[in-house]
């Protein structure tokens, strides 16, 4: 995994953060994570500005399907 400046996010087209597509990874975070906890992540667009969204902690994955804390966004 490496770290991206940005996401392109068309409109019409949604973009989905999960484990083994676009994951979120989160550097140095001020508390550590606990699975199953639920925190707020603001989500920062070039054009419409900053949205929030609820974000679940999940173990990490070997890849498959996603999981039920996956984030879905239709662009902004």
Do not use: C, N, W, Y
């Not at 949604?14 to 989500?43: D, H, N, W, Y």
């Amino acid at each position: 995994m490496r770290p991206i400046e940005a996401i392109e996010v068309s409109p019409g087209e949604p973009v989905i953060l999960q484990p083994g597509g676009l994951p979120v990874m989160l550097m140095a975070p001020k508390t550590p994570s606990i699975e199953g906890e639920k925190f707020p992540l603001s989500l920062t667009f070039e054009r419409t500005g900053s949205i929030q969204v609820q974000v679940m902690v999940e173990a990490p994955s070997t890849g498959g399907s996603p999981g039920p804390g996956t984030t879905q966004h239709d662009g902004g």
